[in-house]
């Protein structure tokens, strides 16, 4: 019981979450020179992925791997960039593959 209340607790917001208003301070904040550290350092969901992708936010692939990677225990972040796998070409793919080895490696 508890644990399922701490899930609750720690649940990031996703797009369907919130306002019109808080997608675009969303997009303001995101919108500075080093988009790839401030999406590690603020850590949205990765449900935001495709949102981020149709607002222009992301420009590049480079730009979410260090955010995908730090999302690798989070089963439900494993699920939206799964989900999300066409935004990617084959070389963040193999990046991506690579990570989810390693975990295992670290895990078995």
């Given at each position: 019981?508890?644990?399922?209340?701490?899930?609750?607790?720690?649940?990031?917001?996703?797009?369907?979450?919130?306002?019109?208003?808080?997608?675009?301070?969303?997009?303001?904040?995101?919108?500075?020179?080093?988009?790839?550290?401030?999406?590690?350092?603020?850590?949205?969901?990765?449900?935001?992925?495709?949102?981020?992708?149709?607002?222009?936010?992301?420009?590049?692939?480079?730009?979410v791997i260090a955010w995908i990677e730090r999302n690798?225990?989070?089963?439900?972040?494993?699920?939206?960039?799964?989900?999300?796998?066409?935004?990617?070409?084959?070389?963040?793919?193999?990046?991506?593959?690579?990570?989810?080895?390693?975990?295992?490696?670290?895990?078995?």
């Amino acid at each position: 019981m508890t644990d399922e209340i701490h899930r609750q607790a720690v649940r990031k917001k996703t797009p369907s979450d919130v306002s019109d208003f808080e997608r675009e301070q969303l997009r303001f904040f995101l919108s500075g020179d080093d988009l790839a550290n401030t999406l590690v350092t603020i850590n949205p969901s990765m449900a935001w992925l495709p949102d981020l992708w149709q607002m222009k936010v992301i420009q590049g692939e480079n730009q979410v791997i260090a955010w995908i990677e730090r999302n690798f225990a989070e089963t439900d972040a494993i699920c939206d960039v799964a989900a999300n796998i066409h935004l990617f070409g084959s070389d963040t793919a193999a990046l991506l593959v690579h990570g989810v080895s390693r975990m295992v490696q670290a895990v078995a």
